[in-house]
């Protein structure tokens, strides 16, 4: 059975930069991209960015271009996301997700297995 749990949530002010990390078990996880979501009080949950199996490939939300980072180690079957920049819009439960193939995906019907989720908070 696949199982992702995220880590690294936390308060932090805005400016600050936060770097969340799921570690994956029981998959092939080199098979499979990778994607982090978010999901805002009173909102639906989005994509944040997400990673091919080969780290070759990634997209990000307009939201944070150009303030996060989504990388693999797939040695240590984990996957990050630094987020630098922080604003109070980025608060949101951040949710990582195993695609069901090994290419970069926005759409969440291509994620089959998803984490628990990790609270970000960022205070003005």
């Known amino acids: 059975q696949v199982q992702l749990v995220e880590s690294g949530g936390g308060l932090v002010q805005a400016g600050g930069s936060l770097r969340l990390s799921c570690a994956a078990s029981?998959?092939?996880?080199?098979?499979?991209?990778m994607g982090w979501f978010r999901q805002a009080p009173g909102k639906e949950r989005d994509i944040v960015a997400s990673?091919?199996?080969?780290?070759?490939?990634?997209y990000y939300a307009d939201s944070v271009k150009g303030r996060a980072t989504i990388s693999r180690d797939n040695a240590k079957n984990t996957v990050y996301l630094q987020m630098n920049s922080l604003k109070p819009e980025d608060t949101a439960v951040y949710y990582c997700?195993?695609?069901?193939?090994?290419?970069?995906?926005?759409?969440?019907?291509?994620?089959?297995?998803w984490g628990q989720g990790t609270q970000v908070t960022v205070s003005s």
């Open positions: 997700a195993e695609a069901r193939g090994p290419f970069v995906s926005r759409s969440q019907s291509d994620y089959v297995y």
């Open positions: 990673i091919s199996r080969s780290t070759r490939n990634t």
């Open positions: 029981g998959s092939i996880f080199g098979s499979y991209a």
